[in-house]
C-alpha cells in the first residue's frame, strides 16, 4: 500500500510560481513513477508530468513544458511540482499519482489533490 499526501495549493497571480509536494509513505513506494495530473472543473483528468524516484528521468505534458517541472527529494520522500508563469487555464486540481506500470498506462495510487486557482 502506498500513501500520498498533496500540499502546497492556494490562490496565485497570473504569472506567479506556485511549487506544490506530494509525500510518499508505505513499504513500496520507491517502486514507483510518481506523477502530477490535474483536473479543471467540467474536464477529464490531464497528465502534468512524472518522475522517477532518482530523478533523472522526468518528462512533462507539452502544456507545461518550460513553466513547470518535477523534482524529487528522497531524504524526505517528497516529490515536487515546480509551475512558474501560471495562467488563468492551470487552475485545476493537481493530483499526486504513483504508477508501476506507467504514468500513462495507468495509476495505482492517488493523493486527494490540492487545489490549484490562478487569476488576476
Known amino acids: 500500500q502506498v500513501q500520498l499526501e498533496e500540499s502546497g495549493g492556494g490562490w496565485v497571480q497570473v504569472g506567479g510560481s506556485l511549487r506544490l509536494a506530494c509525500t510518499a509513505s508505505g513499504r513500496t513506494f520507491r517502486s514507483y513513477a510518481m506523477g502530477w495530473f490535474r483536473q479543471a472543473p467540467g474536464k477529464e483528468r490531464q497528465f502534468v508530468g512524472g518522475?522517477?524516484?532518482?530523478?533523472?528521468?522526468?518528462y512533462m505534458s507539452d502544456s507545461v513544458k518550460g513553466r513547470f517541472t518535477c523534482s524529487v527529494d528522497n531524504r524526505i520522500n517528497t516529490v515536487y511540482l515546480e509551475m512558474n508563469n501560471l495562467k488563468p487555464e492551470d487552475t485545476a486540481v493537481y493530483y499526486c499519482?504513483?504508477?508501476?506500470?506507467?504514468?500513462?498506462?495507468?495509476?495505482?495510487?492517488w493523493g486527494k489533490g490540492t487545489l490549484v486557482t490562478v487569476s488576476s
Open positions: 518522475i522517477n524516484w532518482s530523478g533523472d528521468n522526468t
Open positions: 499519482g504513483a504508477s508501476m506500470e506507467g504514468l500513462l498506462v495507468g495509476v495505482d495510487y
